[in-house]
Nanobody
């Protein structure tokens, strides 16, 4: 059973920065793709950033130029550096990993960490 555990959320003022961490219970190389999503109550989960096993990175349009995703294979951790935060970045942020198991796609999700941007 693969587990993902997020940390680093909190309250920050507009224009501030936060770094989210997601610790995986297994080596990162088993994942085809990993990333961050966010969700506000009453809305669909939104892609924030993803990184593939080939290091191809994609960002959601609303965070391009402000957020950066990275990985640390030594500690089995992925990060989301969030800069110039805006009120609309307030959401629960979820770590995600997708891998192939016996030819089928298996999704793993963390429990989420809350980010609140407010003055």
């Amino acid at each position: 059973q693969v587990q993902l555990a997020e940390s680093g959320g909190g309250l920050v003022q507009p224009g501030g920065s936060l770094r989210l961490s997601c610790a995986a219970s297994t080596r990162l190389f088993i994942f085809e793709i990993m990333g961050w999503y966010r969700q506000v109550p009453g809305k669909e989960r939104e892609l924030v950033a993803t990184i593939t096993s080939d290091s191809i990175i994609e960002y959601g349009d609303s965070v391009k130029g402000r957020f950066a995703i990275s990985t640390d294979v030594a500690t089995n951790t992925i990060y989301l550096q969030m800069n110039n935060l805006k009120d609309e970045d307030t959401a629960a942020y979820y770590c995600h990993g997708a891998r192939l198991r016996y030819g089928e796609k298996v999704d793993s999700w963390g429990q989420g960490t809350q980010v609140t941007v407010s003055s």
